[in-house]
């Protein structure tokens, strides 16, 4: 769907030559939610104003939909950028229009028959949840609904592309989370596919299929979030993994209470996104003869499941322990570590 | 009573050079407005970063903005009279004043309608950028409509210059309300005929301000 080859931006300044975006290389399948992840002064809001050339790219390819955006002149550009939706941190819309005449503006540009527009402007309202609020100015609304104008704004043209330039850091956690339910809902029901820059580790987690982790410019790490998340391989994305899932200060936290319990054996178990076994512990209690008891964990939900760590004391007959341990290891998802065999 | 205090005024005059005054400022208001708004828009896409970013053009427009703000009024208005001459063909009356009122007014104008358009967010041009709008498109749907509480307010400032102007070019004999206090009043030395004009000139000056700060606010939706 959106293929970018050795995208590379650099600003030429009289003493030196910044670099914002350094060779990039990444390919965005369609429908996915793709996040890009990283530090301010990283390049990530470079990267995405580079995909609809809001900056001009200094080398590199971009192909959008079998459209070659790096190589359109200004008037295809214009044309080709109807189709590419985009929201903003800071919402960016125009104070002195209303709520409809806001998300009216893209059909204008497009040319788009006034009727049409008026009925095209009543389903985006519909779609965002702003019913009622047609005839506000930008200035009533609250951060949300300034959000939900501009995503119905963006979506005017029926874009098969949305760019999100950190469009929830504005906001606070709440409504962060209505709206990026509802970037989920439009992405499901249009199909689109979101490409979504933030430095809020949260926002991966909740929405996204793929991420990349950009630092200086380049991208250091990418996959599947989930295994980003079990496995953050630098240093930058071990931090962002710790936003959310607490620092690994708790394990030493851990060791103390570990060395508290004298009989069984003490586990780590990782979840990896099954949540068909989220019913595990009382699972095994039934169909093993061992208690088990939970020292500490935290499981977090992500788009594509459960991801957390869990430490469990296992108490016993040994035979028995090892059974439980061989079906989480070969029947579920689980990944279990022994931490302290007490026997 | 109003026969002993002000014996001098002729009610008929007076009234002439009251809609001489209103005729040339708001005439040259509406000049104004126009060569105002070209010169801010040139200075402002011409300018470092803007959408039609060119140093010597951006350089010429903002010399020559400079160089008629330099001018002093009265002389501006002796300096055009071949030009007024030959637009106009009198250098007398009200609409001789017209050129040199806006030829002196709107480079003022333009630097306010400059300022007004830098205060525009660049996040929303960019949102317009991103959504496909032509240069034309955002010059007419957004520069102006989102400027349009300062660029009221700019004219309404500038709209007072102007009224302070054509006393000036009255004086020279442009008419109006400057006119008729200098020939009738001072030369004469009827200086009650001075202290109306010079009321009727304040009065002028509140009503304007009035209309552009009211049409101002109401346009101002943030």
């Known amino acids: 769907m959106i293929s970018i080859e050795g995208l590379s931006k650099f600003y030429n300044t009289s003493l030196s030559r910044i670099t914002a975006v350094d060779n990039l290389t990444l390919d965005i399948e369609e429908g996915d939610i793709f996040g890009v992840i990283g530090y301010s ?13 809001l900056e001009e790219p200094s080398s590199g390819k971009v192909v959008i939909d079998d459209e070659t955006i790096t190589s359109l002149n200004a008037n295809q550009l214009r044309v080709t950028r109807q189709e590419i939706g985009m929201i903003f941190q800071h919402f960016n819309l125009l104070w002195s229009r209303t709520v409809k005449d806001n998300i009216a503006f893209p059909l204008e540009i497009a040319g788009v028959a006034k009727r049409e527009r008026e009925e095209r402007v009543q389903e985006l309202i519909e779609l965002v949840g702003l019913a009622g609020r047609e005839q506000a100015y930008p200035s009533q609304l609250s951060g949300g609904q300034k959000q939900r104008v501009g995503i119905a704004r963006a979506l005017a043209n029926k874009p098969k592309v949305l760019l999100c330039d950190e469009a929830t850091s504005a906001l606070d956690p709440e409504t962060t989370n209505a709206i990026l339910d509802l970037l989920v809902d439009i992405n499901e029901r249009l199909g689109l596919t979101v490409i979504l820059i933030t430095h809020e580790m949260h926002v991966i987690r909740k929405i996204c ?38 620092t690994n200060d ?58 957390g760590t869990l430490f469990v004391q296992m108490d ?15 029947e579920t998802s689980v990944e279990v570590e022994v931490v302290r065999d007490v026997e | 009573m109003w026969n002993n205090l002000f014996p001098n005024i002729e009610m008929q005059d007076l009234w002439v050079a009251t809609y001489e005054t209103f005729y040339m400022t708001i005439l040259a208001l509406i000049g104004t407005f126009i060569f105002g708004i070209l010169l801010g828009l040139l200075l402002y896409l011409t300018m470092k970063g803007g959408i039609w970013q060119n140093k010597y053009l951006n350089m010429a427009v903002a010399s020559i903005v400079n160089i008629f703000r330099a001018i002093p009024f009265i002389i501006l ?25 806006i ?25 317009a950028k991103s959504m496909g709008a032509k240069t034309r498109t955002i010059i007419f749907k957004v520069l102006l409509p989102e400027s349009m509480p300062a660029l009221v307010s700019g004219i309404t400032v500038t709209a007072i210059n102007i009224i302070g102007y054509t006393a000036m070019a009255g004086v020279i004999g442009a008419g109006g309300l400057g006119n008729y206090a200098y020939f009738f009043g001072f030369q004469r030395r009827e200086f009650d005929v001075v202290f109306i004009c010079t009321v009727l000139i304040v009065l002028i000056v509140f009503l304007f301000q009035f209309i552009g700060d009211y049409v101002s606010n109401k346009l101002d939706k943030r």
């Open chain 1, 209 to 246: 299929k793929q991420v990349a982790v950009m630092e200086e410019g380049k991208i250091v790490e990418q996959g599947d979030v989930l295994d980003v998340f079990l496995r953050p391989k630098q240093q930058v994305t071990k931090k962002f993994v710790e936003q959310v899932m607490g």
């Open chain 1, 41 to 53: 002064g990283a390049g990530k809001s470079t990267f995405v104003r580079l995909l609809n050339r």
């Open chain 2, 77 to 101: 208005i002796l300096l055009l009279f071949p030009f007024t001459d030959f637009l106009i063909g009198t250098i007398r009356g009200p609409n001789a004043a017209l050129p040199a009122l």
């Open chain 1, 250 to 307: 708790e394990d030493d936290g851990v060791e103390d209470l570990i060395s508290t319990y004298e009989s069984g054996k003490i586990m780590k178990l990782h979840f990896v996104g099954e949540t068909a076994n989220q019913a595990l512990i009382s699972q095994i209690a039934k169909s093993y003869h061992i208690d088990i008891n939970i020292l500490q964990g935290k499981i977090t939900q992500m788009q594509q499941g459960a991801y």
């Open chain 1, 316 to 330: 016993g007959d040994p035979d028995e322990i090892d059974r439980a341990i061989t079906f989480i290891t070969d």
């Open chain 2, 103 to 127: 030829i002196g007014s709107a480079p003022f104008y333009g630097r306010l309608v400059e300022i007004a358009l830098k205060e525009v967010d660049k996040g929303v041009i960019e949102a």
